[in-house]
């Protein structure tokens, strides 16, 4: 006699087509909710890596602090990240934000240091001559040349947060993930396919979509490598 | 009494540490469950990164392949081994074995590839081997990139071992679940503080092996590698 979980697997096929037609508004939602979710963590993650970007590359002396303080955010677990915070923020949004906002930080902030840095002294020196001051310089010649560098780390915490806001499904949000968890806890096969399938569709459709944006806002890069 | 008091209070009630459920025995099958996929998946990804990075040719398929890897999420990676193996020890193994392999493979390559060709030629003009050349020359030169890449695939796979207690595998991840489900937050963030432990250990004692097998002469800043590799593998 088989054991029950194999008769059911071989009952159970990878996709249902039925059930999928009969759920396209939930699996709308799930996608939307992850798209919500993981643009808003992409910004807000931006907002406070830029400024803390910028700091760590004037002010040496910060730079340290400010790769360890992110280097340990990023290190700590998606899932004991947000359970340490459940008990003061709950099963919410925000507890799943927190959340993926942290993980961005390291990526983005190593990445504007990265470019910034490597913007050349002569390119600097020449603004300096043509009179721009600081600031000037700083968004209309420092930033812009740093672009490409930035919207690298940009496009891999994207793909990263999409990855992530799976997990978020254990704490009640969840995106496309609410779909895996579904497939999980159901012992079903079909959500878990919809929603992996389209999570790592999401990732791809992302990194294409920032890569072109990248080539949209730098005109000037066009045909050259920026590897 | 104050939430944190009632932590301290959990983890101060010896129940918590002994027997099957108790931290040691969870805290060992967390670690153990890591290192046997982290030893299986750099047996996979590392000859075949260093492989292509040597001869120089099939890079863009490798580099394509862990690029996709790392947009499937390592939460439905487990759920799909489910489906295929059944619960317990197999699906958080083989979820994770996959999971460690794209860090590895795309950084022994880049590490292989950056190796300057004319430090390879002045080897084999100073009448080394082929061998010798990939051994005693290209593969200390790429190590601290290899070394990145083996720490990165740790680091996930000790994170990703956490969600393995879905899959009724025990390890850490068993207290967060657990406290989960019966909604005690006590239990919860105990356990996340564990597992957070573990992982900035895990992360601080690799980057001491790293700083160990570097060689020297090639001791660079910290945080510079993280980059090279990023840029270098999204390009």
Redesign the interface.
Known sequence: MLPT?IVG?AQDPWIRWDWISAHIPVIRNALVQHIELTVIAVVVGLLIAVPLGLLAWRQNILRGPI?SVT??LY??????????L??FTGLTVLTAEIGLVSYTLL?LI??I??GMDAVPQEVRESARGMGYRSLAELLRIDLPLAIP?IM??V??AT??T???V??T???GEGGL?SL??D??IR?F?TP?VV??FL??LL??VA?IGLAGLQRLITPWSRGR??? | MTFFGQVVQWFLDSAHWQGDVGIPNRLFEHVSISAESLIAAALIALPVGIAVGHIGRGGNLAMNISNVGRAVPSFALLVIAIHLVGIGFWPAFIALVALGIPPMVTNSYVGMREVDADVSEAARGMGMRARTVLWRVELPIAAPLIMAGIRTSAINIVATATLAALVAYGGLGRFIIDGLAQRDTVQLFSGALLVALLSVGVELGLRVLQRITTPVGLRIKAGTQEVRTARLSTA
């Open positions: 979980g697997a790769f280097g340990i290190t700590i677990p998606s899932l004991s990240l947000f359970a340490i459940i008990p990526i190593l990445n240091v990265e560098t690298a780390g496009r891999i793909v990263t999409i990855g992530l799976t997990v499904a254990l704490i993930g895996i968890l497939g999980l012992d096969n878990l929603g992996t999570s790592v990732a791809v990194d490598s920026t590897a």
